[in-house]
């Protein structure tokens, strides 16, 4: 038997391929109005290093956030185990963000903002007709 010792090195870790969907961005809906950053890292912050998180602040965006992981397999298992999560008596509803989506929304909207405005300028009502 040989006496020399037994080296080892590090366990290649596996890392599956993930669907094209998963982000390391999360948008997170349903949450309390008010909560601070600080227990969103204490919430998000156990399933990986965060880069940011971002929390609405004005009437429209209030109850939402969005959170930056470092690693895109952490923003996974934060999407597996935090979706559904009661916080303060409100479930989180935890995506993976995705560009096209909330701009068309946002586009949307502002179309609609843009014919209101007109409408109210020259006097135009869809009510009537």
């Not at 309390?32 to 600080?38: A, D, L, Q, R, W």
């Not at 597996?80 to 303060?88: C, T, Y």
Request: charged share 30%; glycine share 6%; hydrophobic share 35%.
């Amino acid at each position: 038997m040989d006496s020399s010792p037994l080296i080892i090195g590090p366990v290649p870790t596996f890392r599956a391929r993930l669907p094209p969907e998963v982000d390391r961005v999360l948008y997170v809906r349903n949450l309390p109005f008010i909560i601070t950053g600080e227990e969103m890292y204490d919430i998000f912050g156990k399933y990986g290093a965060i880069r940011q998180i971002r929390i609405g602040t004005n009437k429209d965006t209030r109850g939402t956030a969005f959170v930056v992981y470092e690693d895109i397999y952490d923003a996974k298992t934060a999407v597996d185990h935090l979706s559904g999560f009661n916080v303060a008596n409100r479930y989180l509803i935890v995506l993976y963000y995705q560009q096209d989506k909330m701009s068309k929304k946002f586009d949307q909207k502002k179309k609609e903002d843009e014919i209101a405005r007109m409408q109210e300028k020259y006097g135009v009502s869809t009510k009537d007709k």
